[in-house]
Structures are given as C-alpha cells and as structure tokens.
C-alpha cells in the first residue's frame, strides 16, 4: 500500500506521508512570505492549517497579502483583542465590531475606555500573540451551541444558531473562549503580529493592520470624522427600531412585518436626501455646482436622479453632466502595467476640456457637450447646454471629488456629495457585514440582469475595481461637504433572493469558487426578503430591476 503522495508547491514537487497536515509542512515554505503564512488553497480550494492532506495536490500558501488570508488575519485579531479585553476587564467586558474605518476596523468597547486602558489592552494583545496560543477549530451540535451562547449571555449568536439548518456548528476556541466566525481562521495567535490601536473615543477604537492594498506596513492612522457620523446616526437609528444585527432582521422576517420595515426605511432614506436638497439651495446664492462621488455599485445614478428631483421641489432646475462622456480618445488613454487600458486613473479624463466646459456653463455661455462612444472609443459632440438663473449643474463621476479637477472654479461654489452603502447592520458583535461585500453583492446582480455578465465575470474584474476605489475615491472622502448612506437596513435579505442562484452556478473548478462560497456562507444567516413592497424609487431597484429611474 502507498503511503506517500507528491505535492507540488511553487512549481516544485515534495514527497510526504498521507494524511499530513498543512500545519506540519508550512514552515518549509515560509521563508517565500514576507507575513506568517496563516492559510492555503489545496488544488484551489481555501484550507486552513490544521487540513490534513491524502492525495497528490497542488498547495498555495497563503500570508495577509492575499484577501482571504487578510480576512483570517483580521478575524484571527478580533479574536485577540477580546480574549485581551475580557482577560483585562472580566467576563462582562465585549466589543462590538461596528465598521470599516481608515484601512482597519472600528471598534466599540462596552467599557469607557481611556488611553492608559488602549496600552494595556495592547501590551495584553502582544503578550497572547507571543505566547503563539492554538485557536481551535471545533465542530460542535448546533443546540450545543445554541445553549453555550445562551448560557453567556451572547442572544445574538444564539439567534444566528437559529436560523442555521445544519445539524453542526464550527467554531473556534482561544483560552477558555469559545466563538462563531463565519470567515476562516489562522491556527494560532502567533500568526497575527502586524497589528495597532488607536484610540477614537471613550467608547471607540481602531483595530489596524496591513492590507492588501498598503501591504508593507499598517498605514497611519487618519482621523474620518464625517464617515464616523454617518455610521454613528445610522446606526443609532437601527438601534432606535432594535434592528442591530441579522437576528433582528430576521425576527421581522420571520414576524410578517418587514413591509413596515421596508416603509420605514424608505421614507428615512428619502427625508435625509430631501434635508440635502433644501442644504443645496439654502447655498443656492454660491453654490452652482454639485459634485457626486462614490465607490462602485454605490447607487449613484438613482441617488442624483432623487436629488435632482427633490431640488426641483425648492425651485431649482438641475442639469447633469457625467465625467465618463469626458474619457480622452482611445489612443490617449493611459494603460496598466499589463497592457490594459486604464479608464479610472484621473489620467483618463480629458481635464482640460472638461474644465473649460465647466466654466463657461458658469459664465453663462453655451456649450456642445461630448457624448462618449465607448466601442469607437471617441467622443461625439451634439446636446447643447446652457446654465440660466435657476439652473445648478450636478456632476458625477469618480473622480468628482478629486481638488484635482474644476481648479479654476472657486471651492465655495462647488457643493461635494460622497456616496456609499454604510451598512449599520452587523451579523452579530464579532462580525461585521463588510460594505466591500454588499457592494459586490449588488453588483454581481445588476451586472448579470443588465450586461448578462456571469458572477465569475463581476468576480474577476472586482480586484482591480477595489484598486481603483483605493486609488481614486476613498483619500478624498473627506472632501465631501455631506455624506449620503444608500445602504437600505433590509437590502441583504433581498439581494440574497436573486444573487444566490447565481453563485451556485460558479464550478469548484472555478477560481472564483472560493469567494462564491465565502458570500453564499454569509448569506445563510439571512432570512429571504421578497421585493413586492419595495418602492420604484428605492436605489437597490437600480441592481434588482424596476427601477423609475432606469428600466
């Protein structure tokens, strides 16, 4: 009987004994990773260490510069700042792991917290990660579960056992802590070193660590106070109607009452961008331009066409132009390092153009504007346009909010809109719903109902659209002079009804499967929402169809 099997690594090929671990194989290989390896795809399907191997494969090792390993990373730190925490604090003491934040997450103590607390958790932090504690992977009875986390008080993760069909639960355990994370793992502290904390507030901090875009170091820490408002006024007001997490979600669902929700939502989201339209025009002497920027699948287009209409109602007469019919000519745009054509790098824009077009509209001249041909690659000249009394002119574009463009207009007369779907929900205290990932999971279904892309297709491209958002949209956020969160409180729930399907047509064969798998994962703990009550004017029609601003 054989018992030795060849794995191919780096292109180069190894013997070992059947049913070997990754664990005990991994460390020949680390000296190829800058990061502590902390996962693998074996014949391109992502494992943790602790996968035992019994066949001749293909392994990939994997550090915190890929997505997946930094998604462990981070769990893997999470993990670690509440063992610290609850080893400084007591039992009592937890963390909620609210949002996104400045190249790391942002984090809520359940305690005041001070800055001499802050060193203490952190010094605690460097202590369990140099002690190289094992985090456990453990697969228990989902009612076993269910009564762990009753019995300590986390509702929240009990609720999310709930709505979970599987007679089994994963789970992880570091010290004498148990917990549910829906994302990989790294198999010890150890393997979790790059990281910082800074303090925010009495009762907030950021968790920070490289990433896969700054992955040579953990970046410095900017303060992003307007993002934090955003974040903070939505998610008081979910806390407002108890809905903080997927459980409550689903508690609705499940209670026939989500058309209410659905209602409510509406009418909070539309009352905001009406309270936005009467800004603008209060600014209506100075201001006459408005600027609209967001990252992609952001609800852009449904968002500008609802604040031209609301403006109308105080008078105003909005005229729209779009960044994109300036792209240069084809032959002048500017390429990556691969060969292809660059359409998001400011370079691509005809500036000179665009920027005297801009200022003659405020001068009261006329003007052709430029239509895009994106398959001559060349623009073609026929609207005219011409700014009167009451006219305001609303601009969107990626790079909208970039000092870099309309530098002959003074910044009093331009008005900077920053929009994205801040999402104020959370799966449960440790585990945040990523915008990244809501953004995605819209565009995957407008792009499949639109284009006919197939999700592997949106998947593949996803990569370099977060590079662009990276480069061209987030480092001038704080540009904006008002915030609007498209994110709707129910929209996971719907989104899951027509995205799903398609994920399951993704093969294992697929190197996408993985983050096919990752998103089906996530959307399990969601309830379906049908879109029957959902209003024609709502942004998330603009990726699920019946849109009064699109179809």
Known sequence: MIDTMEIVINGKTYTYSKNITLQEIYMEHQDTHKYPIILAKVNNRLRELSYKIAE????????????????????????????????????????????????????????????????????????????????????????????YFNEIGDVVKAGIMKYNTDNYITLYRLGNIY????????????????????????????????????????????????????????????????????????????????????????????????????????????????????????????????LSMYLKIFGLNPKTLSMDDYFVERENNPKRKNGEYDFECLEAIDLKLFDSQVASLLKGEEIITPTYDFTLGEKEYHDKMKLEENDILIIEGIHALDDKILTNIERNRKFKVYIAPLTELNLD????????DNRLLRRIVRDNRTRGFSPERTLKQWASVREGEEKYIFPYQDEADAMVNSAAIYEIGVLKTYVEPLLYSIEKDSPYYEDAKRLINFLRVFLPIPADAISEDAVIREFIGGSYFHD
């Open 429 to 436: 205290n440790h585990n945040r719903i990523s915008t990244s």
């Open 56 to 147: 001749n494969c293909t392994v990939e090792f994997i550090d915190l510069t890929s997505s997946e390993g930094n998604r462990a990373h981070v769990n893997g730190l999470v993990f670690v700042l509440l063992y610290a925490i609850k080893k400084l604090f007591g039992k009592g003491a937890n963390i909620i792991v609210a949002h996104s934040l400045d190249k790391g997450v942002y984090i809520q103590t359940s305690f005041k917290l001070t800055d001499e607390k802050l060193v203490a958790i952190k010094e605690q932090m460097k202590d369990i990660i140099n002690k190289d504690l094992p985090i456990t992977k453990l697969t228990i009875d989902r009612f076993e579960a269910i009564n």
């Open 179 to 306: 917990n549910y994370f829906y994302n990989y793992m790294p198999p010890s502290t150890g393997k979790v070193k790059d990281f910082d904390l800074t303090y925010v507030s009495s009762n907030g901090l950021t968790l920070r660590f490289p990433t896969v875009y700054v992955n040579d170091k953990i970046p410095k820490y900017v303060a992003h106070p307007k993002i934090i408002e955003v974040f903070k006024l939505y998610k008081d007001w979910a806390k407002l109607i108890k809905i903080e997490n997927s459980v409550d979600l689903n508690r609705v669902v499940s209670t026939g009452k989500v058309s209410d929700l659905i209602k409510m939502d509406e009418t909070v989201q539309s009352n905001r961008l009406l309270l936005l339209a009467k800004d603008i025009y209060d600014k209506k002497n100075k201001v006459k331009i408005v600027l609209l920027a967001g990252p992609s699948s952001s609800g852009k287009t449904t968002t500008s066409r609802k």
